[in-house]
T-cell receptor, first 114, second 114 residues
Framework: AQSVTQPDIHITVSEGASLELRCNYSYGATPYLFWYVQSPGQGLQLLLK??????LVQGIKGFEAEFKRSQSSFNLRKPSVHWSDAAEYFCAVDPSNTGNQFYFGTGTSLTVIP | EAGVAQSPRYKIIEKRQSVAFWCNPISGHATLYWYQQILGQGPKLLIQFQNNGVVDDSQLPKDRFSAERLKGVDSTLKIQPAKLEDSAVYLC????????????FGPGTRLTVL
């Protein structure tokens, strides 16, 4: 079945450590790819998106993501995590590449310890 | 610039009752989305409007859910009658055109069905 998967339900990292959140998709063609963050008490916010071109995408708040076609992955990274990064992170895809479909993964909850 | 407004923020109803949620998108945004986010899951797109027309409602349970955007601005999502499994946060988002443009999310309405 076509899907978007976030294998890690919960991740804990120390402040200042690097972070990588995994996202895999299973669609025939490369979908449009997105990462969103949902902080407690705040709405969902777009971190970055990939449509085509350079496979390394820069986003807001120091995040980046790398698209790897061979692995059907779009992993989110940050070199040094801050306590304020504690939140729920969602990968999302548009498999239609038209802007008319949208599916979110189940999310990864990030805890940052001092 | 004002963000996406939603009301009410919280609603508690008995099963088989009806409920309605209201959303006012960012001024000038042509596209409006309604999502359902069940606890522990990613948001699920219910319906997408482009101005006052429906672009996609393939995941909307049409036997009980309805939505309208009569004047191409604000929108109402209705559930009639509600079931226990409808307990969720209902998110509204808007974008200038389609998913390729950044979606801006409202704070959501938390619905509890007893």
């Amino acid at each position: 079945a076509q899907s978007v998967t976030q294998p890690d339900i919960h991740i804990t990292v120390s402040e200042g450590a690097s972070l990588e959140l995994r996202c895999n998709y299973s669609y025939g063609a490369t979908p449009y790819l997105f990462w969103y963050v949902q902080s407690p008490g705040q709405g969902l916010q777009l971190l970055l998106k990939y449509f085509s071109g350079d496979t390394l995408v820069q986003g807001i708040k120091g995040f980046e993501a790398e698209f790897k076609r061979s692995q059907s992955s779009f992993n989110l990274r940050k070199p040094s995590v801050h306590w304020s990064d504690a939140a729920e992170y969602f990968c999302a895809v548009d498999p239609s590449n038209t802007g008319n479909q949208f599916y979110f993964g189940t999310g990864t909850s990030l805890t940052v310890i001092p | 610039e004002a963000g996406v407004a939603q009301s009410p923020r919280y609603k508690i109803i008995e099963k088989r009752q009806s409920v309605a949620f209201w959303c006012n998108p960012i001024s000038g945004h042509a596209t409006l989305y309604w999502y359902q986010q069940i606890l522990g899951q990613g948001p699920k797109l219910l319906i997408q409007f482009q101005n006052n027309g429906v672009v996609d409602d393939s995941q909307l349970p049409k036997d009980r859910f309805s939505a309208e955007r009569l004047k191409g601005v604000d929108s109402t999502l209705k559930i009639q009658p509600a079931k226990l499994e409808d307990s969720a946060v209902y998110l509204c988002a808007s974008s200038s055109r389609t998913f390729t443009d950044t979606q801006y999310f409202g704070p959501g309405t938390r619905l509890t069905v007893l």
